[in-house]
């Protein structure tokens, strides 16, 4: 059996298999790449998730010290202007020392 690639059969309500017919017809797709696509989404997203969950109780366990508070904030404020200028939708440039 060829292990890139893997056949399952799946159940799915009516109304989203015509939804992702409808939507598969209109971008050219099949769909497994649309199944496929959206499933490899979910796994991303979940596992994202759980590194998230394990940093948040990483730090229930172990937060920042004040000093580290201290730290980032400076080093925050540091960056912030740099950071304004790569993604200006976030809000107005604050100005730059070396300006």
Known sequence: M???HAKIAISIP??????????RGARGASRSRMI??????????????????E??????RMPETEEELKFIDAMNRLIA?????EYPWDG??????DE
């Open 2 to 4: 060829d292990r890139r």
């Open 55 to 60: 940093a948040r109780e990483a730090y229930e």
């Open 81 to 85: 202007p740099y950071i304004a200028e």
């Open 36 to 53: 496929s696509d959206a499933v490899e989404q979910y796994v991303v997203d979940a596992e994202r998730d759980v590194l998230a969950e």
């Open 14 to 23: 009516a109304h989203l298999l015509d939804r992702l017919e409808r939507l």
């Open 92 to 97: 107005p440039v604050p100005a730059r020392d």
